[in-house]
C-alpha cells in the first residue's frame, strides 16, 4: 500500500472486558490487528495498547500518545479489532470520527466490517450509541452489587483508619484494634472532652513526638514514602485530628457511600452528606464507646474557644438568648474583675438593641445558679430516682409508646423486603450475565426493583431516625441518673461538668424591680432532663 504515514493499531481492554475470556484479550485483539495489517498491506505499522481501561475514559495513556500522533500528521490509518474497542461515548466517538474524517485518516474495525475508504454507513452512530449502553448497564449492574455488599458492613475502602489493623484471617476483611495506636485514639478524644479543639491537639500531639498516622503506617509496612512522612514524621495536621474526632469507625461502625459518581461517564466522586452515608453498627470491637462519641460531637459544635486573653471560659457555647435564639457573648477585658465578667447576646451586640436586648447576666450569677440547681438535682435524684424515672416517663404518653412500637414493626418489615429486593437483584444481574434474560429486560425490571429500593430507603430512614429519637428518650434518661449521680457532693463546676449533663442554657430578660436588685429566669436544658430557674440577682 503506498502510504508513508504510520498505520496505527490499537487494542484496549478493561477489566470488564477480561470476564469474556480469551477471545477478547490484548494478546488476541494483537494478532487479528497484525493479520489483518500483513494480509492488507500495511507494513508500516505500530501498536499501541491500553489495559484495563475502561471505553468510557479517554485519559488512556497510549490512545493520548496515538492522538498526539494523529495531530501531527504522522499517522494515516487506524485499525482496531471492533469499533467499541475505540470508545463507548457516542458524543466523543462522533467527534473523533468527524476529526478522522477531517483529517484523511482511513479509520477501520475490522469484526464490524467499518472503513471509511468505502464510505461511512449511517447506523454507524446507532452503534455507538449501542456501544455507550453497554457501560452503562455494567454501571448499574456494579452499583447495585456495591449497595449490597455497603448495606452488609463490607468494608469498600482500600484505607484502615488509624486505631485498627485490617484482619483478614476470617475470609471476610474486617477491623481490628491495634494495641498500638488505640490509646492514641483515645488520648485524642480524651483532649477534646478537655476542652482542646483538633489545632491544640495537633499542637500537643507534635510537641510530645507522636508519630502521625502516615508515619506510623510507613514505618509498620513501608507503603507510600511521602516527603512528609520521611522528614516530619511527627508534625499532625488539624484536618487529621478533626477526621478522627468524626470517625464513627471508633464506635464500630462501617460506614460506606460517602460518595458517588453522578454517571457512568463521571472522572470524579462526589462527596454525599453525612445523612444520606450508609451506615452499620456494630460491625467491629469499637475504640471509643459511644456516650464519649456523642460527647465529643457535641463539644465541638459549641465551639469551645480561647478568648483573646487566651482563657477558656467554662460556659463557651452553652449560653442563648430567649429571645432572638442566637448565642451569648462572653465579655470580658482587662479594665473588668472577675466579678464583673458577663453575657450578652450577640445579636444585641452585633445589630444594636434594636434587634434585640442585651439579656444581660453575669458570669458570677450564672455559675452560682447553675452550681445549686446540679446540687439540687443530684440530690434530689440520689433520694427519690424513681419518682424522677417516673415524672420523665409520664413526659411519654401511652400514644407515643404505640406510635414506637408500631415504627419498629414497620422497620422491621422494611428491612426484610430490602433484603428481598437486593436478592432479587442480584439474581437479575447474574441471570443476565448468563444470558438468560435479554439486556432490554434486564434494564426494565432493574429499573422497577431499583425504584422500590429508593422508597424504601428514604421510608427506612425517616422510620429509623424517628425511632432513635424517641429510643435514645428512654435510654438516656437512665444514662442521665448515671452521670447526675456522681455529683452529689459537687462543690465546684468545670467544662467536663457542664459537657456531660448540660445541652445549653437559655437567658431571659431581667426584670428589673427595685434598687440593684432583679428577677430573672434561667432554663437549664440537661441532656434528657428540663430545669427552669427563677433567681433574684444583682443588676
Known amino acids: 500500500m503506498a502510504n508513508q504515514k504510520i498505520t496505527a493499531l490499537y487494542c484496549r481492554l478493561s477489566r470488564d472486558d477480561e470476564q469474556e475470556g480469551q477471545s477478547n ?63 463507548r461515548n457516542y458524543l466523543v466517538i462522533g467527534t473523533l470520527m468527524d476529526g478522522f474524517l477531517k483529517d484523511g485518516i482511513r479509520y477501520i474495525a475490522v469484526n464490524d466490517g467499518i472503513d471509511t475508504s468505502k464510505g461511512i454507513d449511517d447506523l454507524l452512530p446507532m452503534r455507538d450509541l449501542f456501544n455507550e ?10 452499583r447495585a452489587v456495591f449497595k449490597n455488599k455497603a448495606l452488609n458492613g463490607e468494608h469498600l475502602s482500600g484505607a484502615t483508619s488509624y486505631g485498627y489493623i485490617m484482619d483478614k484471617s476470617s475470609g471476610k476483611p474486617t477491623y481490628a484494634v491495634n494495641p498500638e495506636t488505640a490509646p492514641i485514639v483515645r488520648y485524642i478524644f480524651q483532649m477534646c472532652i478537655d476542652g482542646l479543639g483538633p489545632t491544640q491537639i495537633a499542637k500537643r500531639l507534635t510537641a510530645e513526638k507522636v508519630l502521625t498516622p502516615g508515619a506510623y503506617e510507613y514505618r509498620r509496612t513501608g507503603s507510600r514514602p511521602t516527603e512528609k512522612r520521611i522528614s516530619q514524621p511527627y508534625t499532625w495536621d488539624t484536618s487529621t485530628v478533626a477526621h478522627i474526632l468524626d470517625n464513627m469507625a471508633y464506635i464500630g461502625c462501617v460506614v460506606n457511600g460517602k460518595s458517588f459518581r453522578p454517571s457512568f461517564k463521571s472522572k470524579f466522586a462526589v462527596k454525599k ?16 464507646d459511644g456516650e464519649t462519641f456523642q460527647l465529643v460531637q457535641k463539644r465541638r459544635e459549641q465551639r469551645r474557644r480561647p478568648t483573646k486573653m487566651g482563657e477558656m471560659d467554662m460556659f463557651s457555647g452553652l449560653v442563648y438568648c430567649a429571645d432572638c435564639g442566637e448565642r451569648m457573648y462572653h465579655v470580658r477585658g482587662t479594665t473588668l474583675k472577675p466579678e464583673q465578667y458577663n453575657y450578652i447576646c450577640r445579636t444585641s451586640r452585633l445589630k444594636g438593641t434594636k434587634e434585640c436586648s442585651a439579656h444581660f447576666i453575669r458570669c458570677v450569677n450564672l455559675y452560682e445558679i447553675v452550681l445549686e440547681d446540679i446540687q439540687r438535682l443530684a440530690k434530689y435524684v440520689q433520694k427519690y430516682e424513681p419518682d424522677f424515672v417516673n415524672e420523665y416517663l409520664e413526659q411519654s404518653s401511652q400514644q407515643e409508646r404505640k406510635a414506637q412500637a408500631k415504627r419498629k414493626t414497620d422497620l422491621e418489615k422494611i428491612s426484610r423486603r430490602l433484603a428481598e429486593v437486593d436478592n432479587l437483584y442480584q439474581n437479575l444481574y447474574e441471570y443476565n450475565v448468563s444470558g438468560k434474560i435479554s439486556d432490554e429486560r434486564f434494564r426494565a425490571m432493574s429499573a422497577k426493583y431499583e425504584e422500590e429500593q429508593k422508597e424504601l ?13 424517641s429510643k435514645s428518650k428512654m435510654d438516656g434518661i437512665q444514662t442521665f441518673i448515671r452521670k447526675i449521680k456522681k455529683y452529689t457532693e459537687i462543690k465546684e463546676l468545670d467544662a467536663n461538668i457542664l459537657g456531660e449533663l448540660i445541652d445549653k442554657i437559655v437567658v431571659h430578660e431581667r426584670d428589673v424591680r427595685h434598687g440593684k436588685n432583679c428577677n430573672q429566669k434561667i432554663e437549664i436544658f440537661y441532656n434528657f432532663y428540663y430545669a427552669e430557674q427563677h433567681s433574684d440577682i444583682s443588676a
Open 457 to 469: 430507603d428514604a421510608k427506612k430512614i425517616r422510620l429509623q431516625s424517628e425511632y432513635e429519637d
Open 25 to 87: 484479550s490484548i494478546q488476541n485483539q494483537k494478532m487479528i490487528l497484525q493479520k489483518y495489517a500483513v494480509e492488507n498491506g500495511f507494513t508500516d505499522t505500530m501498536t499501541f495498547v491500553d489495559d484495563g481501561f475502561s471505553g468510557t475514559n479517554f485519559e488512556r495513556p497510549d490512545f493520548k500518545r496515538m492522538m498526539v500522533m494523529v495531530e501531527a500528521k504522522e499517522i494515516g490509518c487506524i485499525i482496531v479489532k471492533d469499533h467499541s474497542r475505540l470508545g
Open 273 to 288: 452528606p453525612k445523612e444520606e452515608h450508609i451506615i452499620v453498627p456494630n460491625m467491629h470491637e469499637p475504640i471509643i
Open 133 to 142: 449502553w453497554y457501560p452503562r448497564d455494567t454501571s448499574k449492574k456494579i
